[in-house]
C-alpha cells in the first residue's frame, strides 16, 4: 500500500472548514478522502469506510459518541485510537489548540499520519485566523459609521466644519484617554436622548 | 492542621473587592488556574469556588473554561490547556488503567459530591410498561426495571427492534449506574437493548424525536425531558446506590507533585465552596449563578427544582422529593475513598472494558488520592472508617440488588452478578 492509499474521513460540521481541509489532503496525493458535516449515522459510516486516519473538531459535542464507537471496534480486530505521539507532544498540543484531532486505526506508523494531521493543524489555524480577521474588520467598519454619525451630529448641533468635528471627536478621546469610536458612540447615544 | 493560607500578596488594601493580583509562589508561578468544565450542576462546588470568593480567599483565581465533551475535557487536561477539570468519577480510573482512546495518567484528590443522576424512559416506553405489566405510579427503581425486562421481552418476542438507550460516555457513572439497574431487572444491556451515547444537552430532544427511548444522564436534564412531558423518571442515582461517587476534580499526577501548595490550597477552597453549596439557604444564589449563560444556561426554576431535589416524574404531576438528592459536601461527599475506584474497577471488569489483575487493582486504587485531601484539609475532615472499606453493607448505603461490595474479594464480587459480559476476565491477563 502506497503512502497515498490511505482511507481518510473528516468530521466538521463546519462546512467550509472542512472542504478547506479536503482540499488540503487531495493537493497532498489523498484520493480517498470523504467529508461529513454531522454525526448522524457516523457508526454505519465508519463500519462501511473503514477509514485509516479519522480527523474531527473538537467542537463537536459527538466526539463522546466516537469514543464509545472506538471502545465497541477494541472487541472487534480494527481497534481505532486517538493520534498521540507521545515523543511529540508539542505537535499533539499544537492540534488540541487548533481545535482538531485525529484517530488512526491500529498499526498504523505514526510517520504516515503525522503530515496529515500537521497539514490538518495549519489549515485550521488559518481559518480561525481568518474568521479573527473577518470579526475585526466588521468591527473597524462599524466602528468607521459610528465616527460618521457622531461628526455629522456635531456638525449640525454646533455649526462645526467637517474637520473641526473630527478634530473635537479626537482631542476628546485623547483628553479621555478612550479610543475615538467610544468617544463616537456617546455623542451618538447622547443625541439619541437629547432630540 | 489545616494549611495556613500565607497571606495573598495582591490584598493589603483593606475592603479591595477585586481579585488579588495573580499571587506567586516563588516556586509554583502564577495561581490562575484554568478549570475545564461541563455545563451541570454537579459542577457546582467549582463553580461556587470561583463565583463567590472561596478560591479568591486562597489566593487562587480560577479561570473555568466551558466544554463540549468529556473526550475534550481528557485531552485539554493531557496537553495542558487545563490545569484541572471537572470530571466524571470514572475518567481518573480508566486514565491510570490505560482505557480509551488517549489514557494519560490523571488522579483526584478531591470529589465534587455525590448524587444528580437519574434514569429517564420516555413517556411512550412508560405507558407500555404500565398497559403490559400493571405497573403503578409509585412502583420503585427496581419494580421499573423488572417491568421494563418484560417488555424488553414482549418486544423480541414479537420481532420489535429493542429500545435504543443513552448515556454519556463509556467510562461514566451513568454507563455502569444504567446498566446497574437495567441488570438488576435482568436486562442484559450489551444484548437486550441499544446503549448509545447522546450529550447531555440533546437528550430530551432526542428522546422527542424518537431517536433514543430512555436515557441516564445528570442534572438538570431528567427533569428537563419530565417537564416537557416526553419522560418519565424511574430512578435516581440514590435508589442504585446512594454512596456512589459522581464528578470529581481531576489533574495530572505530575502537576500535582510540581504544585504542592496550589493543590492543598485548591483543595481547601473547593471544601468551602462544598460546605456552602450544601446549606439551602444559599440555594438561591447558587441556582443563579449555574442559570447563567456563563454556566448552565437552563432555566433557573428547573436548577432550584434540581438542588431541592424535588421532583416532577412526568408531566402529569406526579412527584417525588428526594432527600439529599445532590450531596456536595456532608457524609465525607468530597473524600476520594479509593474502595470507591475499585467499586467502579469492579463494574469496568464486569462489562469487560477491564481484567482482574493484581497490577490492575494497584493502578485503579491509584487513581484516587486520600492523602492530598488530608494534606490539605488535615485529620479532623476524616471518615472513621478506612479508606478501603466494604460498600454498601449499612442501612441507608443499600445497592439496590442488596449486593455488598468487599474489594477484598473482587473477583467472587464480579462474579456474583447473574447479568454480566459473557468475556468477563477474572484471571490475571491483560488485554489493553
Known amino acids: ?195 | 492542621m489545616r494549611v495556613q493560607a500565607a497571606p495573598p500578596t495582591g490584598r493589603q488594601k483593606a475592603g479591595n473587592s477585586n481579585p488579588p493580583a495573580p499571587a506567586r509562589i516563588a516556586s509554583e508561578g502564577p495561581r490562575i488556574l484554568r478549570a475545564g468544565f461541563i455545563p451541570l450542576v454537579d459542577a457546582s462546588v467549582l463553580i461556587a469556588a470561583a463565583e463567590f470568593g472561596f478560591a479568591r480567599k486562597e489566593g487562587i483565581a480560577l479561570d473555568l473554561v466551558k466544554d463540549v465533551s468529556w473526550a475534550n475535557v481528557r485531552d485539554r487536561l493531557a496537553f495542558r490547556q487545563f490545569d484541572i477539570a471537572h470530571m466524571l468519577s470514572p475518567m481518573p480510573v480508566a486514565a491510570m488503567l490505560g482505557l480509551g482512546s488517549n489514557p494519560s495518567p490523571t488522579i483526584t484528590p478531591f470529589s465534587l459530591g455525590c448524587g444528580g443522576n437519574a434514569i429517564t424512559l420516555s413517556t411512550r416506553l412508560f405507558d407500555r410498561m404500565c398497559n403490559e405489566t400493571g405497573l403503578s405510579d409509585h412502583a420503585s427503581a427496581l419494580e421499573n426495571a423488572q417491568a421494563l425486562a418484560k417488555v424488553v421481552r414482549n418486544m423480541k418476542e414479537r420481532g420489535e427492534q429493542p429500545p435504543t438507550l443513552g448515556m454519556t460516555y463509556p467510562f461514566s457513572s451513568h454507563n455502569y449506574e444504567f446498566r446497574y439497574w437495567l441488570a438488576a431487572g435482568g436486562i442484559d444491556p450489551d444484548r437486550d437493548v441499544k446503549l448509545v451515547v447522546v450529550p447531555p444537552p440533546l437528550t430530551s430532544d432526542a428522546l422527542a424525536a424518537g431517536a433514543i427511548d430512555g436515557f441516564c444522564v445528570g442534572a438538570p436534564w431528567n427533569m428537563v425531558a419530565s417537564e416537557r412531558g416526553v419522560g418519565r423518571i424511574v430512578a435516581a442515582k440514590q435508589d442504585i446506590w446512594p454512596s456512589a461517587p459522581e464528578k470529581v476534580i481531576g489533574m495530572r499526577p505530575e502537576w500535582a507533585e510540581s504544585h504542592p501548595e496550589t493543590v492543598s490550597r485548591l483543595i481547601v477552597a473547593l471544601d468551602a465552596a462544598a460546605r456552602w453549596c450544601d446549606r439551602a439557604e444559599n440555594h438561591d444564589a447558587l441556582a443563579e449563578a449555574l442559570a447563567d449563560q456563563r454556566y448552565i444556561a437552563a432555566p433557573i426554576d428547573i436548577i432550584r427544582h434540581v438542588l431541592a431535589g424535588e421532583f416532577n416524574l412526568d408531566a402529569r404531576g406526579n412527584r417525588r422529593v428526594i432527600d439529599r438528592y445532590f450531596s456536595f459536601h456532608a457524609g465525607f461527599a468530597n473524600y476520594p475513598r479509593p474502595s470507591q475506584a475499585l467499586w467502579i474497577f469492579s463494574q469496568m471488569i464486569r462489562w469487560g472494558q477491564s481484567t482482574l489483575s493484581e497490577q490492575n487493582m494497584k493502578m485503579a486504587a491509584s487513581a484516587y488520592r486520600p492523602d492530598l485531601y488530608r494534606l490539605a484539609l488535615g485529620n479532623e475532615a476524616l471518615p472513621d472508617n478506612a479508606d478501603i472499606r466494604i460498600e454498601g453493607d449499612e442501612d441507608g448505603d443499600r445497592f439496590m440488588d442488596g449486593h455488598v461490595f468487599d474489594p477484598a474479594g473482587m473477583a467472587a464480587y464480579v462474579a456474583g452478578f447473574a447479568v454480566k459480559t459473557t468475556h468477563v476476565t477474572l484471571a490475571s491477563g491483560d488485554d489493553i
Open chain 1, 1 to 195: 500500500m502506497s503512502r497515498l492509499d490511505l482511507t481518510i474521513l473528516v468530521i466538521d460540521e463546519n462546512t467550509i472548514r472542512a472542504s478547506i481541509i479536503e482540499e488540503g489532503l487531495r493537493e497532498a496525493g489523498h484520493a480517498r478522502v470523504t467529508v461529513i458535516h454531522e454525526v448522524q449515522g457516523v457508526a454505519r459510516t465508519i463500519e462501511t469506510l473503514r477509514p485509516d486516519v479519522i480527523i474531527i473538531d473538537l467542537e463537536n459535542p459527538n466526539r463522546d459518541m466516537m469514543e464509545h464507537l472506538f471502545q465497541l471496534t477494541r472487541t472487534v480486530g480494527r481497534p481505532i485510537a486517538m493520534f498521540v505521539d507521545r515523543s511529540d507532544t508539542a505537535s499533539i498540543e499544537a492540534a488540541v489548540e487548533a481545535g482538531v484531532s485525529a484517530y488512526i486505526v491500529d498499526g498504523l506508523k505514526k510517520e504516515r499520519v503525522k503530515p496529515i494531521l500537521d497539514m490538518a493543524v495549519s489549515r485550521f489555524n488559518a481559518f480561525n485566523r481568518l474568521q479573527r480577521e473577518l470579526a475585526e474588520a466588521k468591527s473597524a467598519l462599524e466602528e468607521r459609521k459610528v465616527v460618521e454619525r457622531a461628526k455629522g451630529i456635531l456638525m449640525k448641533m454646533r455649526g462645526l466644519s467637517e474637520d473641526e468635528a473630527f478634530a473635537l471627536l479626537r482631542q476628546t478621546a485623547m483628553n479621555e484617554k478612550k479610543k475615538m469610536s467610544e468617544i463616537a458612540q456617546s455623542v451618538v447615544t447622547a443625541a439619541g436622548l437629547l432630540m
